[in-house]
């Protein structure tokens, strides 16, 4: 419904538009005003005008009561209007018109919002300036008293400094004359004492008239004490020491934990696997079962010099558990008595690999497998790799006098063969 | 540092630093003045001993000495006031003593360990003590040698392992004990742990213990008086007082320990006005400032019967971190209390003053 009752009078600056709203509640969100274009709309009414010439829309007014709304609209150029609106305005001309007053309407919109963030923005800026400024301030503060203490201590240390050269330089005046008397005194009583100690060259070198760089200074005791009878040098002994043995030959640098650990895992492994093909050994009794008692079996019958029954013993502790060096060695030798020597290398060999990592706790162990092994080369007449074996043994145990003595004739007996052939 | 309620604290000012262009192992006060020495290794594998003094707030480079072999520690311990002459241990074993004077030719030499000798002291020199001066220097190969400058080539006590041992690195020594003509005690500190001390007037092993980390410097808290307390540093941060008063007939002395910071303690320096205060410094660089409280009793009887001494507390003063580097040597000045000279291995050396000493 338009609203087409308006009155409106005018002045050279400014016109003045009162609306009536029949019984309609206005708000500012109803009003839309733009340099050109000027609208009212309160659903179901509806006023609009373009305007005859361009406003000033940012000052103008619009005061909403009484039922009406009066508006006051400065112009931008001072001139008379022949009429309100353009009254011979086409469609087109109208809808463009109406388009950009919107336009611009958003525009100043936008324009305001960026206005405010910015503001909002400088005064940030501004918050955090101060408490900066303040935070300099407290740290200024305190470097100040710093400075302060500085400069004290500072001053006192030149102080002393000068004490010190002025003391020097008195000193080692007065020192002057002392030192010579002191020399008269010195050479006399050389002179009388026969047995005596060599004087230390304190006494009879170097007095210097004046403190070149200040070297020349003095002792605040007085000479006697020092330069005469010091006692001999200390006749020369020897204190032998022990060092505490560490597990752990040095912390963490050599430390070989890690071994060790893999190591005391694969002996717990190997105690717990125990092979699950039991379906002959159901005849077996009880402690027959344990690899271990047919461990010991086997040792005992290896004392006793059955060798054969030890064999038996120890192929059936594989058997059970495959995972025990210990059996392997053991069997291994039994062979090396029995004379079956590739046997006792590969038992041998099989034991080696079970022990590794190479770590203190299988040290034995390991020696008795190369020795064993080294053995059953050698009685193959295989005396090169026979004499590796030894060494390696050797390495891991140098102290042990009948390997050394096996090595020996090792080598003896390949020069031997080398320069029979 | 701390701010207002620590301020009544002792505080470590910065006086100066110089930055330097090689290694820097050791910084000595040079007695009786306001120079001081650092000694060193520079980037050409040569020793080089530098001499500056204090003007103002900067240190001025009187002197430098090149030497063929890089230097390792030094001591002025067991020369007169008159000469200071400053004896050096090098990478080679080498113990030299020199007059800074006339440096080409050294007053006393000897090539006295097959590897590095990693630490150095002297006794009965610069007024201080009873006895002929001596030297002791601990060395990589084990031993730890006794020198006099009066006797050539061969060493008056020498602390070497068994025959056959397997042999584990020095890498402290200590004087201490000398407080007149005929006792002395000699102190080293191992790479495994191991404390042992020497007993020079009897040449026996007196006491010994391990204190399960390497011990990279021990220090009486003096020399020239009966043993009162020994300081141990080692690495992980911990360090050992012991009371060295009362000797237990096995229990060897008493002890507090302290874990200080997360990395080794390098050094330790009792204060030469005040032998219950030491700082130590740390691979961290930092430094720590210690007072050591002596307890209401220092010894007490156990249970047989037989004296037992009573270790104290030690209390943190101050701790102020310098460097990014381990600080690997200290000195205070005997002369100017408070005021110390430390070296770090980002290679620089720094002159501090801590105040407030008086009011402890």
Not at chain 2, 198 to 209: I, N, P, Q
């Amino acid at each position: 419904l338009w609203l087409r009752e308006h009155r409106w009078h005018q002045t050279p600056t400014a016109v003045f538009l009162s609306l009536p709203l029949r019984g309609a509640r206005a708000t500012p969100a109803n009003i839309f005003c733009s340099e050109r274009y000027l609208k009212v709309s309160i659903p179901p009414f509806l006023f609009e005008a373009i305007l005859y010439a361009p406003i000033d829309d940012t000052n103008s007014t619009a005061k909403i009561g009484n039922g009406n709304i009066f508006f006051t609209l400065y112009k931008k150029e001072p001139a008379m209007w022949d009429s309100l609106t353009l009254e011979n305005a086409d469609k087109e001309k109208l809808q463009y018109l109406r388009e950009n007053a919107v336009l611009k309407a958003q525009q100043k919109a936008k324009e305001e919002t960026e206005a405010k963030k910015a503001t909002k923005e400088e005064h940030k800026k501004y918050a955090l300036e101060a408490t900066m400024k303040l935070e300099e301030a407290e740290r200024k503060r305190i470097e100040d008293l710093k400075e302060k203490e500085r400069q004290k201590v500072t001053e006192e240390l030149e102080l002393w400094k000068n004490q010190q050269k002025d003391a020097d330089k008195y000193k080692s005046i007065q020192k002057e004359g002392e030192l010579h008397q002191e020399i008269g005194q010195l050479n006399e009583r050389k002179s009388e004492k026969m047995t005596k100690t060599r004087i230390p060259n304190e006494g009879t070198s170097k007095t210097r008239p004046k403190p070149t760089k200040g070297h020349g200074s003095s002792s605040i005791f007085s000479p006697n004490a020092k330069e005469e009878q010091l006692p001999a040098p200390r006749s020369a002994a020897t204190i032998k020491v022990n060092f505490t043995p560490r597990v752990f030959p040095t912390a963490l640098r050599e430390s070989r934990v890690a071994e060790e650990e893999e190591w005391v895992h694969k002996q717990a492994e190997a105690r717990r696997t125990i092979s699950a093909d039991l379906s002959e050994l159901e005849d077996l009794k009880e402690e027959e079962k344990n690899p271990d008692w047919l461990k010991d079996k086997g040792n005992k019958m290896f004392a006793m010099g059955n060798y054969l029954a030890a064999v038996n013993a120890y192929n059936l502790a594989v058997r059970l558990n495959n995972k025990l060096p210990l059996l392997y060695l053991n069997r291994a030798a039994c062979h090396l008595k029995l004379r079956n020597l590739h046997k006792a290398i590969e038992d041998s060999s099989k034991a080696l690999e079970l022990l590794t990592p190479p770590v203190p706790d299988n040290k034995d162990a390991r020696v008795k497998g190369y020795v064993r092994r080294g053995t059953a080369f050698c009685q193959l007449e295989l005396y090169t790799e026979g004499l590796q074996d030894y060494e390696a043994a050797l390495k891991i145990d140098p102290k042990n006098k009948n390997i050394e003595k096996d090595a020996e004739k090792i080598r003896h007996l390949i020069q031997g063969t080398m320069q029979g052939s | 540092m701390s701010a207002a309620p620590g301020l009544e604290r002792p505080q470590v000012v910065s006086h100066a630093h110089q930055a330097l262009n090689y290694t820097v192992f050791d910084c000595k006060w040079v007695p009786r003045s306001a120079r001081l020495l650092c000694l060193g290794s520079a980037a050409r594998g040569t020793g080089l001993i530098q001499l500056y003094e204090l003007r103002g707030a900067r240190l001025e480079l009187l002197r430098e000495i090149e030497k063929p072999k890089p230097i390792k520690c030094g001591t002025f311990g067991a020369t007169s006031l008159q000469q200071r002459y400053l004896a050096t241990g090098d990478f080679d074993g080498n113990l030299n003593i020199w007059n800074l004077e006339a440096p080409e030719i050294p007053v006393y030499s000897v090539k006295g360990h097959k590897e590095i000798i990693n630490s150095i002291d002297g006794v009965g020199g610069l007024g201080i003590g009873e006895g002929a001066p001596e030297i002791v220097t601990g060395s990589r190969d084990g031993t730890v040698k006794v020198w006099d400058p009066r006797q050539k080539d061969t060493p008056v006590a020498n602390m070497e392992p068994v025959q056959g041992e397997s042999k584990r690195d020095c890498w402290t020594v200590a004087f201490g004990n000398a407080y007149n003509q005929e006792e002395r005690v000699v102190c080293g500190g191992y790479d495994n742990g191991d404390i042992k001390l020497f007993d020079l007037k009897t040449m026996s092993l007196r006491w010994e213990t391990n204190i399960k980390n390497g011990v990279c410097s021990v220090e009486f808290d003096r020399k020239d008086i009966n043993m009162n307390k020994l300081v141990a540093t080692s690495l992980e941060g911990k360090f050992h007082v012991f009371d060295m008063r009362t000797q237990h007939p096995t229990k060897g002395f008493a002890s507090v320990s302290e874990k200080a910071q997360k990395s080794t303690i390098w050094q330790v320096r009792h204060l030469p006005q005040n032998r219950d205060i030491f700082m130590t410094s740390g691979g961290s660089g930092s430094l720590h400032l210690w007072k050591y409280e002596y307890p209401a009793q220092r010894s007490r009887k156990d249970s047989e019967g037989a004296e037992m001494g009573v270790a104290g507390s030690v209390s943190l003063l101050q701790n102020v971190t310098l460097s990014t580097q381990p600080i690997s040597s200290l000195d205070w000045s005997p002369d100017k209390k408070g005021l110390c000279v430390c070296g770090a291995f980002d290679q620089t050396v720094r002159v501090l003053i801590v105040t407030k000493l008086n009011k402890i």
